[in-house]
C-alpha cells in the first residue's frame, strides 16, 4: 500500500485545532477593538480571570492592565491598533502565539497640535481553553520600533461630513445602525 491510503486523517483533530485557532483570533480582535472604542469589558473578555499582562509599562493582573490601558488610551485623542501576522500553536487545551501589531495614537502637543505617535511590536501570548473559552493567560507586549511624528487633523477639517471613528459609545459601529 503506498503512504496516501495508510495514512489516517484526523478530521476531528483538524477541526478542534481551527476552532481553537479561530477562537483565539477572536479573543485577539476583542482585545484590539475593546482598546480603540474604549470598551473595558469588550478588552477584559479577551482574558481568563488570573491572566497576567507585561506591557513594559506596567505588569499585572488583567483587571489591572485593562484599567491602566483604559486610563492610558482615553488620555489620547484617538487610537488605532491593528494586528498583523501571528503565529499560534495549539497543544490540547493550551497554546501559545506571537501577534505582530502596529498602533497609532493621536496625542496633543505641547503647542496645541497634535502629533502621530507610532508604536510597532509583537504580543507574546500564552492562552487556554477553559469551559469551552479560549482566552489569554499570559500576555507581553515587545515593542519593535516607534516613532513621534507631527500630525495633521487637515483631512477632518476638510471633509467634516466624511464618517469618523470614535470611541466610548461614539463610533458608527457603536450605534443601532453600525455593525458590532
Known amino acids: 500500500m503506498d503512504t496516501l491510503t495508510t495514512t489516517r486523517f484526523d478530521l476531528e483533530a483538524e477541526v478542534r485545532d481551527l476552532a481553537a485557532r479561530r477562537d483565539i483570533a477572536d479573543a485577539a480582535a476583542r482585545y484590539m477593538r475593546g482598546l480603540d472604542r474604549l470598551e473595558p469589558d469588550l478588552q477584559r473578555s479577551a482574558f481568563h480571570d488570573d491572566a497576567v499582562v507585561d506591557c513594559g509599562l506596567m505588569k499585572g493582573s488583567a483587571d489591572e492592565f485593562v484599567a491602566f490601558a483604559q486610563g492610558?488610551?482615553?488620555?489620547?485623542?484617538?487610537?488605532?491598533?491593528?494586528?498583523?501576522?501571528?503565529?499560534?500553536?495549539?497543544?490540547?487545551?493550551?497554546?501559545?502565539?506571537?501577534?505582530?501589531?502596529?498602533?497609532?495614537?493621536?496625542?496633543?502637543?505641547?503647542?496645541?497640535?497634535?502629533?502621530?505617535?507610532?508604536?510597532?511590536?509583537?504580543?507574546?501570548?500564552?492562552?487556554?481553553c477553559r469551559d469551552g473559552e479560549w482566552r489569554i493567560v499570559t500576555r507581553t507586549l515587545v515593542t519593535d520600533w516607534v516613532k513621534d511624528d507631527p500630525g495633521t487633523l487637515d483631512f477632518f477639517a476638510a471633509n467634516p461630513e466624511a464618517p469618523r471613528g470614535g470611541r466610548a459609545g461614539t463610533d458608527p459601529s457603536q450605534s443601532n445602525s453600525g455593525q458590532r
Open 72 to 128: 492610558f488610551l482615553a488620555d489620547m485623542n484617538a487610537t488605532h491598533h491593528l494586528l498583523g501576522q501571528s503565529r499560534i500553536a495549539v497543544d490540547g487545551d493550551g497554546a501559545t502565539g506571537e501577534w505582530y501589531f502596529q498602533a497609532w495614537h493621536s496625542v496633543s502637543s505641547e503647542d496645541g497640535g497634535v502629533r502621530d505617535l507610532f508604536i510597532s511590536g509583537r504580543y507574546l501570548d500564552t492562552y487556554a
